[in-house]
Nanobody, 126 residues
Framework: VQLVESGGGMVQPGGSLRLSCAAS????????MSWVRQAPGKGPEWISF????????YYADSIKGRFTIARDNAKNMLYLQLSSLKAEDTALYYC????????????????????WGQGTQVTVSS
């Protein structure tokens, strides 16, 4: 199993970025996925979830209305569109594969994710 994030960078407040996560080594279409971020000096924070078919998405309150999760199962790709970025969005962003037991009540439980990428850095600064 391999998850490789890309697309991070430095952006000004109010700007946008699109993060990508390339998945390989498993049947991508069978797994729900999430994005998780870790800001400097803080613990990891779950921010968004998408089910295996892409028809159900969920967001943490901290990013709701500004970020959009999506996936392309034909390409084994997961995406996160970041908009209206704020300084507090500065973090290392990871994609993570959900274990089969993850559901609506547990999608934010980071112990329920079995594979993670190496992360891509997003820095929001003027």
């Amino acid at each position: 199993v391999q998850l490789v994030e890309s697309g991070g960078g430095m952006v000004q407040p109010g700007g946008s970025l699109r993060l990508s996560c390339a998945a390989s080594g498993f049947t991508f279409t069978r797994y729900d996925m999430s994005w998780v971020r870790q800001a400097p000096g803080k613990g990891p924070e779950w921010i968004s979830f998408i089910n295996s078919g892409g028809g159900a998405t969920y967001y943490a309150d901290s990013i709701k209305g500004r970020f959009t999760i999506a996936r392309d199962n034909a390409k084994n790709m997961l995406y996160l569109q970041l908009s209206s970025l704020k300084a507090e969005d500065t973090a290392l962003y990871y994609c993570a594969r959900a274990m089969p037991k993850v559901g609506k009540l547990t999608m934010s439980h980071l112990d329920d994710y079995d594979y993670w990428g190496q992360g891509t850095q997003v820095t929001v600064s003027s």
